[in-house]
């Protein structure tokens, strides 16, 4: 049974999670009130909300499960990559646990945590996999060859996906976050009306490009002098529909050059997306592979996906000690070359 606290972003989360999957209490409260003014996340502002929640989250965790915290095995705190202010006060709220409890912490690195979260949600995923992890800040392709094997098999030059879906959503006037907000406008919307790029679409490079995507939308939005409800919502149409293209056909090219890979995955925030979701789900079937995708709250940030990351290295017997540092950055693959214009997001 393992405590898992999540707080590089700005979602507060903790959760308690058994070995044999059982959620067994969890919170996440998301800050979204408290960034919406500035339309994005203020990092100050998120590790001043996390300090404030998260010792009173975890009380209510463990109060609802009916566990003292002398009973839980060990104590996972994400220790990076991101918002480091917010890192910090997760990490530190983790050690603080583990060093009263007397039992092991684990610092788990937030991209293990969307890695191996489809594991928590279906019990029959064996390594190795192939999975398409799509959030925030980051746009992956990995081959998960095992708990704490990872082969990065590409990467974004520029922006990630969910940054894509953010900044274009802001530019839309959709709101914050923009992710959701923009998908939901998609529905209403006509997604051949406007021609958008697909960076690196059929490229024999592995890699990925929002970037001009993203600027094709800030164009096509500046060409409407009064945009309506409709054009807003055909522009974000096409918006989702060319970064849904150019997500596939990188990840098709992967399925080629990762052939031990025995099921396709996706997790990350973005993989909540049902367009992203169905897109893949027919990649999938086109090469005869089951597709798993976690259900929609485990793919946005929570504290069941570190606890459960933290299950899998404490079953490997790969535990921290109080020591472990706060990272900004944390490359999942320490071996993966730098790519061109990457630095930020790799
Ligand atoms: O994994 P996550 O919760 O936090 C990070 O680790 O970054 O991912 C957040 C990202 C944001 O960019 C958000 O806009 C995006 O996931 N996202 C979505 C959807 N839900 C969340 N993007 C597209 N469609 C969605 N339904
Ligand atoms: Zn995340």
Redo the contacts with the bound molecule.
């Keep these: 049974m393992v405590l898992g606290i999540e707080s590089?972003?700005d979602?507060t989360a903790v959760a308690l999670v058994r070995g044999d999957r059982t959620i067994l209490a969890q919170r996440i409260a998301s800050q979204d009130e408290a960034h919406r003014p500035f339309g994005g996340v203020v990092p100050e502002l998120a590790a001043r909300a996390h300090a404030d929640r998260l010792a009173p989250m975890v009380e209510a965790v463990l109060q609802e499960a009916g566990v003292a915290l002398s009973d839980v095995d060990a104590v996972a705190g994400t220790a990076g990559p991101g918002l480091i202010g917010g890192v910090m006060v997760g990490l530190v709220t983790a050690k603080a646990l583990a060093f009263a409890a007397g039992k092991p912490l684990i610092a788990v690195n937030?991209l293990e945590g969307?890695a191996l979260s489809p594991r928590l949600a279906d019990a029959s995923l064996q390594f190795p996999y192939l999975l398409l992890l799509v959030?925030?800040?980051?746009c992956q392709l990995l081959g998960v060859e095992g708990v704490g094997r990872y082969r990065r098999l590409a990467t974004t030059i520029d922006d990630a996906v969910?940054?894509a879906?953010?900044k274009s959503a802001k530019l839309l006037g959709l709101g914050f976050?923009?992710?959701?907000a923009?998908?939901r406008a998609a529905k209403a919307g006509n997604s051949a009306r406007f021609v958008l790029p697909r960076p690196l679409l059929g490229s024999d490079e592995p890699h990925f490009s929002f970037a001009g995507l993203k600027s094709a939308v800030l164009r096509a939005r500046a060409a409407l002098a009064e945009p309506t409800e409709q054009d807003i919502a055909d522009l974000a149409a096409g918006f989702q529909q060319a970064a849904t293209d150019c997500l596939v056909d990188r990840t098709a090219r992967a399925i080629d050059t990762f052939p031990e890979g025995t099921a396709l995955v996706v997790a990350?925030?973005?993989a909540?997306?049902q367009a992203i979701r169905g897109a893949l789900a027919d990649l999938a079937a086109a090469n005869g592979l089951p597709f798993v995708a976690p259900p929609q709250w485990l793919?946005?940030?929570n504290g069941a996906m570190i606890a459960w990351a933290g299950l899998e290295r404490f079953a490997a017997g790969d535990v921290d000690d109080l020591s472990a540092p706060a990272r900004p950055r944390w490359p999942l693959d320490p071996a993966a070359e730098a790519v061109r214009g990457a630095g930020v997001k790799a």
Excluded: M, Q, Y
């Design positions: 590089s972003c979602e937030h969307h959030s925030g800040g980051h969910g940054e879906f953010d976050p923009g992710g959701p923009l998908e990350g925030g973005v909540a997306n793919c946005t940030d």
